[in-house]
């Protein structure tokens, strides 16, 4: 197992290189001037060039790579530029927030997508079967953002059962029921494409089980539903294991929709107002640890499987 790790670890050191390399490039061509945005279009020339070399834009973009990322090595993702903080302080603030709201609304569609899956693998040619397929259809074709605004409408503005955004109350906020509260809106929003996949991935690895001759045998020894289904599920983790986490890398990098319509705090918002001011350490720090999280991720699900299915470490 730990040989298994290593090569994964191994053969993740050129991702995150090759990775590293496409953020910063992506960077350096979004539109725009990152110092004229800072001093504004009255600067003089000379500000301007010493601005410049302050932040190294004067050398060859090589160069300026191998530095950025061997200060990234080091932790050191420079200073924002439109706020007097460090990069990595701001990614790390806003980091936490969304993976918050990623494991809220990862843990909706890992029970949703267990549910429906089973009921449609148990009874694929029934009304449970049926419904439930059409459901998990509907999960991964709606579009987050319009979830997310048809909900505000629904239950923040008619109903006013729930707040519209935010992380807290500003005025009586704060303690654990107030952010639960919170989180409600944008942790099932995050969780409806997650789950319709969950669903349907797990649904046909089930099914798979249940049609293998182990399955017919206990039905043949006259065993319940509900023990040959136990059992099923077993032989189906691998395929949850694998689903479930790539589902969750995939919430960590694409709440941006979500966290900006409910005003969360995490990465996607933070990148979406660097982006908006063109704060070049801030996207490239931002969408760095992004990467790097799902790569990690990736990896963390493939030790999962091998826990599981011993044929995946041979």
Request: aromatic residues 6%.
């Amino acid at each position: 197992m730990i040989r298994f790790l290593v090569r994964r670890l191994v053969l993740a050191v050129p991702t995150v290189v090759g990775v590293s390399f496409v953020v910063f490039l992506t960077a350096k061509l979004v539109p725009g001037d990152p110092v004229a945005s800072l001093l504004g279009p009255l600067a003089t020339p000379q500000a301007r060039a010493e601005l410049v070399a302050h932040l190294g834009l004067d050398r060859p973009w090589p160069v300026q790579f191998v530095t950025w990322l061997g200060n990234a090595l080091r932790g050191d993702l420079g200073m924002a530029i439109h706020e007097p903080r460090a990069v990595a302080e701001i990614v790390a603030s806003s980091f936490g927030d969304t993976a918050l709201l990623a494991l809220a609304g990862g843990l909706i569609a890992l029970v949703g997508g267990v549910v429906l899956g089973v009921l449609g693998a148990m009874y694929p040619k029934r009304l449970p079967g049926r419904l439930t397929s059409g459901l998990s259809v509907v999960a991964m074709s709606a579009p987050q953002y319009s979830v997310a605004l048809l909900l505000v409408i629904v239950f923040a503005v008619h109903l006013r059962v729930l707040p519209a955004g935010g992380m807290t109350d500003p005025i009586d906020g704060g303690g654990l029921a107030d952010l639960l509260v919170h989180m409600v809106l944008p942790a099932v929003s995050v969780a409806l494409i997650p789950l319709g996949v969950i669903a349907r991935m797990f649904r046909s690895a089930l099914t798979e089980v249940l049609g293998s001759p182990f399955v017919e045998a206990m039905r043949a020894r006259g065993i319940g539903p509900v023990r040959i289904a136990r059992h099923a599920a077993h032989n189906a983790l691998p395929a949850l294991f694998t689903i479930t986490g790539l589902q969750l890398a995939y919430l960590i990098g694409g709440v941006v929709f979500v966290e900006t319509i409910f005003s969360w705090p995490g990465i996607g918002l933070t990148l979406y107002n660097a982006i908006s001011t063109r704060d070049l350490p801030l996207i490239q720090g931002g969408v760095l640890v992004v990467a790097v999280s799902f790569v990690l991720i990736n990896i963390l699900v493939d030790a999962a499987h091998a826990l599981v299915d011993p044929r995946v470490r041979r």
